[in-house]
């Protein structure tokens, strides 16, 4: 079936370091590719998407390569900061009987030191 | 602005008791999910419902019920019989239409349920 595989946190960093924190995916179709950010106490945000293989989502100085040889979607950033601490989720996204079914990832949990 | 609004933030529940959490949204979204959080894992899909007065089960529906009586609105109600409901739980909207995976889903804060 279809599933999600996160690297397993926490991971921890100084500010301005590099971050990459692994997705990989098994999906049968052609899925939609999410990273969504969870905040303490808070719910989900989208943070980036990508539809279709070789696409590029970014925002927030965040960024992820849908790579379909690889079936991979890994989330990058050149320069963290203390308030990138989170829970980062992968997800895909696969139309199952006429709705999007959003399967997730355990989630990554960050956190960013001084 | 257009969002999703959990209610409570917090929720006890005492043992044999139904509890019901709030979900409204005003993003005028045909679907909308209900998921539970556990510590350390990542969301499962409790119900769902794409269109007015129809909803379906998710992964794990038992020991839960919903209503979709108004597109604005999907309450969940964690039953008795839900031996473990101890949990965060989040709601979510989306677009639904056919071929509609590329739209992402949009969440609440979520309500955090404990048992006393």
């Known amino acids: 079936g279809d599933s999600v595989t996160q690297m397993e946190g926490p991971v921890t960093l100084s500010e301005e370091a590099f971050l990459t924190i692994n997705c990989t995916y098994t999906a049968t179709g052609y899925p939609s590719l999410f990273w969504y950010v969870q905040y303490p106490g808070e719910g989900l945000q989208l943070l980036l998407k990508a539809t279709k293989a070789d696409d590029k989502g970014s925002n927030k100085g965040f960024e992820a390569t849908y790579r379909k040889e690889t079936t991979s979607f890994h989330l990058e950033k050149g320069s963290v900061q203390v308030s990138d601490s989170a829970v980062y989720f992968c997800a895909l996204s696969v139309a199952s009987g006429g709705y999007n079914k959003l399967i997730f990832g355990a989630g990554t949990r960050l956190a960013v030191h001084p | 602005d257009g969002g999703i609004t959990q209610s409570p933030k917090y929720l006890f529940r005492k043992e044999g008791q139904n509890v019901t959490l709030s979900c409204e949204q005003n993003?005028?979204?045909?679907?909308m999910y209900w998921y539970r959080q556990d510590p350390g894992q990542g969301l499962r899909l409790i119900y769902y419902s794409q269109i007015v007065n129809d909803f379906q089960k998710g992964d794990i529906a038992e020991g839960y019920s919903v209503s979709r009586e108004k597109k604005e609105s999907f309450p969940l109600t964690v039953t008795s019989a839900q031996k473990n409901p101890t949990a965060f739980y989040l709601c979510?909207?989306?677009?639904?239409?056919?071929?509609?995976?590329?739209?992402?889903?949009?969440f609440g804060d979520g309500t955090r349920l404990s048992i006393l």
């Open positions: 993003l005028n979204h045909d679907a």
């Open positions: 979510a909207s989306s677009i639904a239409r056919r071929g509609g995976s590329t739209q992402p889903q949009h």
